[in-house]
């Protein structure tokens, strides 16, 4: 199966958009480009992304490997994934508030209701309350495949606590910091304005907004989660307080955070960590990550939690096959951005396709992430096969099965030199009670291994930066 | 700021600053034990050590006696004491790393780039000569990394925090030189400057970097009591309980009037400090100097107490 080449590598025509850029490659002298790659390399491990991890043996975390050949996208491209993005956003607020209320989507048909509540991120105490200005999802990270010159689709939908965004800023600094010749060349969208952004979505939406100045805080579980040194980089670039879970406090359903000149009262709190460790009195009794009472202080009003409590619904990728429909329906239009056809194992019909053509198919688990759990069939053995057949007929509920996609490829280097690999971009849309925020681009994943369609960094993914040309 | 925050980087500070204060006193014992017995005292050199590093109760339980093999490693190098320069450096490390974005670049360089280099230093291999050369070493991370802190930081609440670890763990620590060796300072039958006790004298002198200090200060050959005038009362010398005290002040000054607010560790520093400067080094002598030390680290452990209470949580 031959993937569509985004440069048009293999092929006589190099695409527009990258021909500057092939120009520069091919006249490179590649010890220029060898040290600009251990240049990038070093970048990394002093200044940034792996701080956290720099040299620890303990906890070993690796270098997530950066390819310092970006990813590039038109503006007419961008134009419509931007439109279709936003559309999507506003899809997935209004169906969080419906399912948490009025459940019309459910009572028209839309999506069957076991698919609702019996969804392990479904939850029961979100159910008829509201949250500050109606919106749940506030950062999301959408997943987006490419599969020719015309077709995006989206793959999956992250709306709990996505993350890679500092991974976008960071390829950007590097590549400006590497390469001002090439920016020269081309004019590409900047993207650090991504920071403020995300402020002045936190500030819309604390409660009483207007109020005074809203205090925001981002919450994480610690240094020793690994995405913490993300946490740690926003909140710099934000300029609010990383707090642990021990830095605050609820009374009288207010929360407070400890300060050195004494309580100070939190508006918005843009958390890290799962629904499941917000509140030991709500959900898990043993954690010790969360704030006692939190969601008391959310459930009165006071607080803003960003994400929502409950937002997990939208990730489970058997609603995420109903998507087409929640989109025409809460918004009254055809949904721009495609969704990969998908075969709903819990339906007898799709089940039975699916078990005679497993070699052909991608199969996940409907709540699984990070690229686990999931069989590729026409790289899986007959065994891995046959293993998930049993898994399947056993649980069909908990899969759905889509065709392999011929995701598309970017030029990457590779031992061999230049060669193509599989990506997927992943753009940060912000919702605020002010409107839609995405900055151009996102974070491209590119998958190193030759062949590879995964591109999650637990399973040797890098990441790529990713320009959207100005007009 | 987070209290939390201000706990860190107080910490931060605070430990760096007791690793090289380890690496002085490992400094002064080789060099005091490396002379011939006669002048050493009776061989008790090691058994001070371990008493000033206060980690004596932790030490015995797992060695019968203190030599030169056993306090270097543990010191120095043991995972098993809490206190040993190993632990102080990577509890430094951890505690900044939790606010790695309140201290400077140049602040989280010093500390992770030593934390990253210990790893190359093994007791094992070591002798006399490396040993040295390592704990010259720990003295220039601590270097660095105050350098680095006075050099780069904004002068706001992070960089008063991180002066207050300083200071309250300065004083602890020479307070402990004086707690162990005050025998020593006591006056005597001993003829001055033929006495056993002058290797002694100088020894306490090296544990604070203050040897050469000492003769442009008082200008004449080394005296027991005006070792301990130097370490006690004398402001010039940066790690006097005099001094550390004057910048324990300074800093809680500084960070009540940028709060709008004064508190029970301001009033109980300035005490402190008010009972230093109006003391005369005869006068300690003669109400006890043991009893003044023991007063004195006690009352510093509740300044501690009280920046905590009121700022760290």
Same mark, same amino acid.
């Given at each position: 199966? =031959?993937?569509?080449?985004?440069?048009?590598?293999?092929?006589?025509?190099?695409?527009?958009?990258?021909?500057?850029?092939?120009?520069?490659?091919?006249?490179?002298?590649?010890?220029?480009?060898?040290?600009?790659?251990?240049?990038?390399?070093?970048?990394?491990?002093?200044?940034?992304?792996?701080?956290?991890?720099?040299?620890?043996?303990?906890?070993?975390?690796?270098?997530?490997?950066?390819?310092?050949?970006?990813?590039?996208?038109?503006?007419?491209?961008?134009?419509?994934?931007?439109?279709?993005?936003?559309?999507?956003?506003?899809?997935?607020?209004?169906?969080?508030?419906?399912?948490?209320?009025?459940?019309?989507?459910?009572?028209?048909?839309?999506?069957?209701?076991?698919?609702?509540?019996?969804?392990?991120?479904?939850?029961?105490?979100?159910?008829?309350?509201?949250?500050?200005?109606?919106?749940?999802?506030?950062?999301?990270?959408?997943?987006?495949?490419?599969?020719?010159?015309?077709?995006?689709?989206?793959?999956?939908?992250?709306?709990?606590?996505?993350?890679?965004?500092?991974?976008?800023?960071?390829?950007?600094?590097?590549?400006?910091?590497?390469?001002?010749?090439?920016?020269?060349?081309?004019?590409?969208?900047?993207?650090?304005?991504?920071?403020?952004?995300?402020?002045?979505?936190?500030?819309?939406?604390?409660?009483?907004?207007?109020?005074?100045?809203?205090?925001?805080?981002?919450?994480?579980?610690?240094?020793?989660?690994?995405?913490?040194?993300?946490?740690?980089?926003?909140?710099?670039?934000?300029?609010?307080?990383?707090?642990?879970?021990?830095?605050?406090?609820?009374?009288?359903?207010?929360?407070?955070?400890?300060?050195?000149?004494?309580?100070?009262?939190?508006?918005?709190?843009?958390?890290?960590?799962?629904?499941?460790?917000?509140?030991?009195?709500?959900?898990?009794?043993?954690?010790?990550?969360?704030?006692?009472?939190?969601?008391?202080?959310?459930?009165?009003?006071?607080?803003?939690? =960003?994400?929502?409590?409950?937002?997990?619904?939208?990730?489970?990728?058997?609603?995420?096959?109903?998507?087409?429909?929640?989109?025409?329906?809460?918004?009254?239009?055809?949904?721009?951005?495609?969704?990969?056809?998908?075969?709903?194992?819990?339906?007898?019909?799709?089940?039975?396709?699916?078990?005679?053509?497993?070699?052909?198919?991608?199969?996940?688990?409907?709540?699984?992430?990070?690229?686990?759990?999931?069989?590729?069939?026409?790289? =899986?053995?007959?065994?891995?096969?046959?293993?998930?057949?049993?898994?399947?007929?056993?649980?069909?509920?908990?899969?759905?099965?889509?065709?392999?996609? =011929?995701?598309?490829?970017?030029?990457?280097?590779?031992?061999?030199?230049?060669?193509?690999?599989?990506?997927?971009?992943?753009?940060?849309?912000?919702?605020?009670?002010?409107?839609?925020?995405?900055?151009?681009?996102?974070?491209?994943?590119?998958?190193?291994?030759?062949?590879?369609?995964?591109?999650?960094?637990?399973?040797?993914?890098?990441?790529?930066?990713?320009?959207?040309?100005?007009? | 700021?987070?209290?939390?925050?201000?706990?860190?980087?107080?910490?931060?500070?605070?430990?760096?600053?007791?690793?090289?204060?380890?690496?002085?006193?490992?400094?002064?014992?080789?060099?005091?034990?490396?002379?011939?017995?006669?002048?050493?005292?009776?061989?008790?050199?090691?058994?001070?050590?371990?008493?000033?590093?206060?980690?004596?109760?932790?030490?015995?339980?797992?060695?019968?006696?203190?030599?030169?093999?056993?306090?270097?490693?543990?010191?120095?190098?043991?995972?098993?004491?809490?206190?040993?320069?190993?632990?102080?450096?990577?509890?430094?490390?951890?505690?900044?790393?939790?606010?790695?974005?309140?201290?400077?670049?140049?602040?989280?360089?010093?500390?992770?780039?030593?934390?990253?280099?210990?790893? $190359?230093?093994?007791?094992?291999?070591?002798?006399?000569?490396?040993?040295?050369?390592?704990?010259?070493?720990?003295?220039?991370?601590?270097?660095?990394?105050?350098?680095?802190?006075?050099?780069?930081?904004?002068?706001?609440?992070?960089?008063?925090?991180?002066?207050?670890?300083?200071?309250?763990?300065?004083?602890?620590?020479?307070?402990?030189?004086?707690?162990?060796?005050?025998?020593?300072?006591?006056?005597?039958?001993?003829?001055?400057?033929?006495?056993?006790?002058?290797?002694?004298?100088?020894?306490?002198?090296?544990?604070?970097?203050?040897?050469?200090?000492?003769?442009?200060?008082?200008?004449?050959?080394?005296?027991?009591?005006?070792?301990?005038?130097?370490?006690?009362?004398?402001?010039?010398?940066?790690?006097?309980?005099?001094?550390?005290?004057?910048?324990?002040?300074?800093?809680?000054?500084?960070?009540?009037?940028?709060?709008?607010?004064?508190?029970?560790?301001?009033? $109980?520093?300035?005490?402190?400090?008010?009972?230093?400067?109006?003391?005369?080094?005869?006068?300690?002598? $003669?109400?006890?100097?043991?009893?003044?030390?023991?007063?004195?680290?006690?009352?510093?452990?509740?300044?501690?107490?009280?920046?905590?209470?009121?700022?760290?949580?």
């Amino acid at each position: 199966m =031959a993937a569509f080449d985004e440069m048009g590598l293999g092929s006589d025509a190099v695409r527009p958009a990258y021909r500057a850029l092939k120009i520069w490659l091919d006249s490179a002298p590649p010890e220029l480009l060898d040290l600009r790659r251990s240049q990038a390399e070093h970048f990394f491990r002093r200044v940034g992304i792996t701080f956290a991890v720099y040299g620890d043996t303990q906890d070993t975390e690796r270098l997530i490997p950066f390819d310092i050949i970006p990813r590039i996208i038109t503006q007419e491209e961008w134009t419509k994934l931007r439109k279709g993005l936003e559309q999507r956003v506003n899809a997935l607020n209004a169906f969080l508030r419906d399912v948490y209320g009025p459940r019309e989507c459910i009572r028209a048909g839309v999506i069957p209701a076991d698919l609702v509540d019996r969804n392990p991120f479904y939850r029961v105490e979100m159910i008829g309350q509201k949250v500050p200005h109606d919106i749940y999802v506030h950062i999301s990270g959408i997943d987006i495949v490419r599969v020719d010159a015309d077709t995006f689709y989206v793959l999956e939908d992250n709306a709990r606590t996505p993350s890679g965004v500092s991974y976008m800023l960071e390829n950007r600094e590097v590549m400006m910091r590497l390469f001002p010749e090439l920016f020269a060349e081309h004019r590409i969208a900047p993207v650090d304005n991504y920071p403020d952004a995300l402020l002045a979505t936190l500030r819309s939406v604390a409660p009483e907004a207007g109020r005074r100045n809203p205090n925001v805080v981002l919450l994480t579980p610690g240094q020793y989660n690994s995405a913490f040194y993300e946490h740690s980089f926003l909140a710099d670039k934000l300029g609010v307080e990383l707090v642990e879970g021990s830095d605050l406090y609820v009374r009288d359903d207010v929360v407070y955070m400890r300060t050195t000149e004494g309580p100070q009262r939190v508006d918005v709190i843009y958390r890290r960590i799962d629904d499941d460790f917000l509140d030991p009195l709500t959900f898990r009794p043993d954690s010790a990550l969360g704030v006692p009472g939190l969601m008391n202080a959310y459930l009165a009003g006071n607080v803003t939690l =960003a994400n929502a409590v409950g937002t997990g619904v939208c990730d489970d990728k058997a609603v995420y096959s109903y998507m087409p429909e929640i989109v025409r329906f809460f918004t009254g239009e055809e949904p721009i951005l495609k969704n990969v056809p998908t075969w709903r194992c819990r339906e007898p019909e799709a089940l039975a396709y699916v078990l005679d053509h497993l070699p052909e198919l991608v199969v996940k688990e409907v709540n699984g992430s990070g690229g686990y759990g999931m069989l590729v069939g026409p790289h =899986a053995t007959q065994q891995q096969i046959q293993a998930f057949r049993k898994k399947l007929r056993h649980d069909p509920a908990g899969f759905i099965a889509q065709p392999t996609l =011929a995701l598309s490829t970017c030029p990457t280097f590779a031992a061999s030199g230049i060669a193509p690999r599989h990506v997927d971009l992943r753009p940060f849309v912000l919702s605020g009670a002010d409107g839609v925020r995405c900055v151009p681009g996102g974070l491209t994943r590119v998958a190193l291994k030759e062949g590879s369609l995964v591109v999650n960094s637990s399973q040797g993914g890098g990441t790529k930066d990713t320009w959207v040309l100005d007009a | 700021m987070l209290s939390r925050t201000a706990d860190h980087i107080y910490w931060t500070a605070r430990y760096v600053e007791r690793a090289e204060f380890l690496a002085r006193i490992l400094e002064a014992t080789l060099r005091l034990s490396s002379l011939p017995s006669n002048y050493g005292g009776a061989g008790t050199e090691w058994d001070s050590a371990v008493l000033t590093s206060g980690c004596a109760a932790a030490f015995y339980k797992a060695h019968p006696y203190a030599d030169e093999h056993n306090v270097r490693e543990f010191l120095a190098f043991s995972p098993d004491n809490p206190s040993s320069i190993r632990n102080c450096l990577a509890i430094a490390r951890t505690n900044a790393r939790a606010v790695r974005t309140a201290l400077t670049s140049e602040m989280w360089d010093a500390l992770n780039g030593a934390w990253l280099e210990l790893r $190359q230093f093994d007791n094992k291999k070591m002798g006399r000569e490396d040993f040295a050369r390592f704990l010259d070493w720990v003295k220039n991370v601590s270097l660095a990394f105050d350098g680095s802190a006075y050099r780069t930081m904004l002068r706001n609440d992070a960089y008063w925090f991180s002066r207050l670890g300083v200071g309250i763990e300065r004083a602890d620590n020479t307070a402990r030189i004086l707690d162990v060796k005050y025998h020593v300072l006591l006056p005597d039958t001993e003829q001055v400057g033929g006495s056993l006790d002058y290797f002694q004298w100088t020894t306490i002198l090296r544990e604070v970097s203050a040897h050469t200090a000492y003769h442009w200060v008082y200008r004449q050959s080394v005296q027991p009591w005006l070792v301990a005038d130097l370490l006690i009362l004398n402001r010039q010398m940066p790690r006097s309980l005099a001094a550390s005290y004057d910048t324990i002040v300074r800093h809680l000054d500084l960070i009540a009037d940028a709060y709008g607010r004064r508190g029970p560790s301001q009033r $109980q520093a300035r005490a402190m400090l008010d009972k230093l400067a109006s003391a005369r080094i005869e006068g300690i002598f $003669q109400s006890g100097l043991h009893e003044f030390i023991t007063d004195f680290l006690r009352d510093n452990n509740k300044v501690g107490a009280a920046i905590a209470e009121q700022y760290l949580i």
